[in-house]
T-cell receptor, first 114, second 111 residues
Framework: DAGVIQSPRHEVTEMGQEVTLRCKPI?????LFWYRQTMMRGLELLIY????????DSGMPEDRFSAKMPNASFSTLKIQPSEPRDSAVYFC????????????FGSGTQLSVL | GENVEQHPSTLSVQEGDSAVIKCTYS??????FPWYKQELGKGPQLIID?????GEKKDQRIAVTLNKTAKHFSLHITETQPEDSAVYFC??????????FGTGTSLTVIP
């Protein structure tokens, strides 16, 4: 298996623009997670899905952030409008089934909002 | 929620020596403790994990120990090699709940 696949690897955008990050989880994994990593706050869970249904989105910073999982093999994280403080590395991860299981992370998207 | 503290934040060792990273947690209900290795430009990768019904687990040069009474767990890497240089994160979670990650330890193995 190719592992968790994220795109793009790098995204540079201007404040106010819409940003869409994409993720393909490992085939057969039922749970998908979006994390944000910054020097100040470390690894933060933004939202997680189980069987394509959002279970916990309490980590989503504000209404500018939204996430979808239309099917078992694809998820998006959207920021609209983006702000400089959104600059971070965003990771997608998947697990076989549930939140208390081994997580497999993608390579991340380095987002820079100017 | 859970609070995970990790020490040290940086660690340098000579190749061949051992490295130890320690974490403490606050929620006595935590029952799953994974360790992740993150290399530059990559996502965290699971290297070893332990559940609360086990006190120690080994995998070749890597071992993790858990002391539930004291609420701390440690990562031990023996015979370190340059390729062990990376940032290591501990985490703790309870059944049905998210991982809480430590702040990371940057390990440098000096050849």
């Amino acid at each position: 298996d190719a592992g968790v696949i994220q795109s793009p690897r790098h995204e540079v955008t201007e404040m106010g623009q819409e940003v869409t990050l994409r993720c393909k989880p490992i085939s057969g994994h039922n749970s998908l997670f979006w994390y944000r990593q910054t020097m100040m706050r470390g690894l933060e869970l933004l939202i997680y899905f189980n069987n394509n249904v959002p279970i916990d989105d309490s980590g989503m910073p504000e209404d500018r952030f939204s996430a979808k999982m239309p099917n078992a093999s694809f998820s998006t994280l959207k920021i609209q409008p983006s702000e400089p403080r959104d600059s971070a590395v965003y990771f997608c991860a998947s697990s076989l089934n549930g939140i208390n299981e081994k997580l497999f992370f993608g390579s991340g998207t380095q987002l820079s909002v100017l | 929620g859970e609070n995970v503290e990790q020490h040290p934040s940086t660690l340098s060792v000579q190749e061949g020596d051992s490295a130890v990273i320690k974490c403490t947690y606050s929620d006595s209900a935590s029952n799953y403790f994974p360790w992740y290795k993150q290399e530059l430009g990559k996502g965290p990768q699971l290297i070893i994990d332990i559940r609360s019904n086990v006190g120690e687990k080994k995998d070749q040069r890597i071992a993790v120990t858990l002391n539930k009474t004291a609420k701390h767990f440690s990562l031990h890497i023996t015979e370190t090699q340059p390729e062990d240089s990376a940032v290591y994160f501990c985490a703790a979670s309870t059944t049905g709940n998210q991982f809480y990650f430590g702040t990371g330890t940057s390990l440098t193995v000096i050849p």
